[in-house]
C-alpha cells in the first residue's frame, strides 16, 4: 500500500522558514515522481515542486523558485521541502504526492499527474 505523511507544518511569521517532510513507503522511491502541492482556502491545488530520485530533475514554479528547495533522504524514502523568505500568499495544505515516473516534466508537475497523495500539513504564514 502507498503511504505518503507529511509534517512539519506550523505558524510561522513572514520572511521566516520552515521546513516540511514527506515519508514515503509501500513503493519503490526511485520509480516514482514526487510532488509537493498546495491548495490555499477558495484556490486550485497548485505544484510548488516536482522531484525525481532517479536523475534528480526537478521543476519548481516561478512563484516558489529561489525561495524553495526539495531534498530527498533515499535511505529514509523521505522527501523535505525547504521553504525560506515565506509569504503570507505561501499559507496553504501542503500536500505530497506521488506518480510512477523517473524524470519530471513541467507539463505533468501538477495536481493531475499525481496518483497517489498525503492527508496534507497546514502552513499559516503571518504577516
Known amino acids: 500500500e502507498v503511504r505518503l505523511v507529511e509534517s512539519g507544518g506550523g505558524l510561522v511569521q513572514a520572511g521566516g522558514s520552515l521546513k516540511l517532510s514527506c515519508a514515503a513507503s509501500?513503493?519503490?522511491?526511485?520509480?516514482?515522481?514526487i510532488a509537493w502541492l498546495r491548495q490555499a482556502p477558495g484556490k486550485e491545488r497548485e505544484a510548488v515542486v516536482c522531484?525525481?530520485?532517479?536523475?534528480?530533475?526537478?521543476y519548481y514554479p516561478d512563484s516558489v523558485k529561489g525561495r524553495f528547495t526539495v531534498s530527498s533522504d533515499n535511505g529514509k524514502n523521505t522527501v523535505y521541502l525547504q521553504m525560506n523568505s515565506l509569504k503570507p500568499e505561501d499559507t496553504a495544505n501542503y500536500y505530497c504526492?506521488?506518480?510512477?515516473?523517473?524524470?519530471?516534466?513541467?507539463?505533468?508537475?501538477?495536481?493531475?499527474?499525481?496518483?497517489?497523495w498525503g492527508k496534507g500539513t497546514l502552513v499559516t504564514v503571518s504577516s
Open positions: 509501500g513503493f519503490t522511491f526511485g520509480d516514482y515522481i
Open positions: 504526492a506521488a506518480t510512477r515516473g523517473s524524470t519530471v516534466f513541467e507539463a505533468l508537475c501538477g495536481p493531475a499527474g499525481m496518483d497517489y
Open positions: 522531484v525525481s530520485s532517479s536523475d534528480n530533475s526537478t
